[in-house]
């Protein structure tokens, strides 16, 4: 278990804090403690100006603790004792919004152990590492409805030299290497907002005005769902870093700030990111269905010819499997539930046979980065970097992304070490520039592995779908490695691609059939997911946010005149007409938690349409971060709840 930090927060203000047993507890000086008889309405509205916020000086702060942000914050504390320096003088702190580390992290996963070489030489020396089984074959099989049949394995899918674990073990392990070399790992801070400093005089030498990142502040806890304060409200805290990195995996929502903010992707002219949604399960086998290090991954069947994706099934250590299906968001029938895909491919005979007599100990889900260097933005802005699956690093026909996302994290690390150098032999107090960064990536291995395959994904995306991206992914694999003068774009978002459903017809899944497959409740009910039912809703629609009036433009039509209340109800009743009018509900199959659903609405009832309302249930939330990237309305903001709150996963 990760140890509790308390005796190195710092606080700078009237707030006292108390940190036991990685637990926040603060002591308010400035507001009387409410009347508990008191009703909802009687509470104080929040106001984030009048708050006052217990600040920390740090020299990094590193937003996620998943394999970027753990190694980039180990690279640091190496560089320190590589330079004769004390490592401890050198603050690096880690928020993580899961409950512990690893929480939040879920991949399939068979993990390339070339950075974690670099990183750490003689890991395979260290207690408790789980990179115990590895990769004995590679295969690849394409389904039909009832059969299946070997197909040619790219290279790029080799998986000699390669290990299959859980992600989540493994960044908890990496959690505790990064803690014993003196990083501050703080588990249950959510990332709220970044600290933006648009002074004159740190942005005097600076034309844009879109000032600098100074740092990061955590949400607040104990707000009831209308933005009030409860008894039990805690103001978040302000972590001052001369250093921030965003390491909060695909679509984060920091990542999204800065990228909006610095228009990270217009400066280089990078493409839309476009994204995969993977849903898996881990079971575990009868013996004599058990072949471990075994890896497959499969073509076709359930999806159809024109949709992007494909399966996995990889046997891990202690007699687990790890299954599930990768689907491309790009996708266009609205009727399509990624779910009941994984759940509708269990169903097939190969599958059948393999989970007979076993038993599912775990589900999840979250979606995956697939633009490649395409869709990679800028990887820096004043006072800060973007890292791993932040920047957008996987490489999808290799179907692995650790590697490359604790390479970047160490490359960061050696340009924010050395900015902090120069910061303090010139004594200056001018923005980090971490430019170096991106150009050390683009000198390395992670840069060329990704421009090799940069055409092989949107080849997919032509009249000829999945036969003409296997037939161009084949010839560019064994031939042309890339080595070609064009590069394939991708056109839109994923949300852009989605078609209506006047163009579909409705997609009949069989039932379950347990335990095989089941409902998306009692799935969901295996990743430990719990959020306050009564916080604020973390899944905003337009106006609905405390922290700041929405701008009119978030609106479709005229506002003028009109309330905050009154936009929200005008926003969610657009909302409605759109994605029940014209998208046939998209959201409520989408959603591999059942967040989203559209009901039956009394005639009239505020924010409803055609009778029909939408309902959020933003407790089962899973953090996949779907319902951002494929709403077709894009009206949906996927923020931080409070720290602690989403799934648990342990063996994902």
Known sequence: MLRSQTARLRPRSSVSVVYKFGQRHWLHHSRPRQNPKEDDESRPLFDPNAIERAEDDVDVCIVGAGPAGLSAAIRLKQLAKEKGKDPDELRVVILEKGSEVGAHTLSGAVIEPRALNELLPEWQSMDGHPLTQPATSSKMRFFTSSSSFPMPHPPQMSNKGNYILSLSQFTRWLGGVAEEMGVEIYPGFAGASLVIDHSSESTSDRKDGKGVVRGVRTNEVGLDRSGRMKDSFE??????????LLAEGAHGSLTKQAVKNFDLRGAVGADAQTYGMGVKEVWRVKPENYRPGEVIHTLGWPLDWKTYGGGWVYHMADGLVSLGLVIGLDYANPYLSPYRELQRMKHHPYFRKLL??????????????????????????????L?????????????????????????AAETAFAELERRTEEDSTEPVDMSEYESSLKDSWVWKELREVRNLRPSFNTPLGIWGGMAYSGVDSLFLKGRVPWTFRHKGTDAGHTGKASGFKPIEYPPP???LSTDIMTSVSLTSTNHAEDQPIHLQLPFTSYYSNDSADSSPEDTSGLSKEELAVKARTHHVKVNVGEYAGLLGRACPAGVYEYVDAEKGEAGSWERKRLVINSQNCIHCKLCDIKVPTQDI???VP???????YSVT
């Open 235 to 244: 103001p978040g805290m302000q972590f001052n870093a001369k250093v921030t």
């Open 356 to 385: 007979e007599g076993g038993e599912r100990v775990a589900y999840g889900g979250r979606v995956i980065n697939e633009g490649g260097v395409q869709s990679v933005p800028r990887l820096f802005f004043p006072g800060g970097a």
């Open 387 to 411: 890292i791993g699956c932040s920047a957008g690093l996987v490489n999808v026909p290799k179907i692995k992304g650790t590697h490359n996302a604790m390479k970047s994290g160490m490359l």
């Open 642 to 648: 409070e720290g602690g709150g989403g799934p648990k």
């Open 637 to 639: 903001t996927w923020t």
């Open 513 to 515: 059939e347990a335990p």
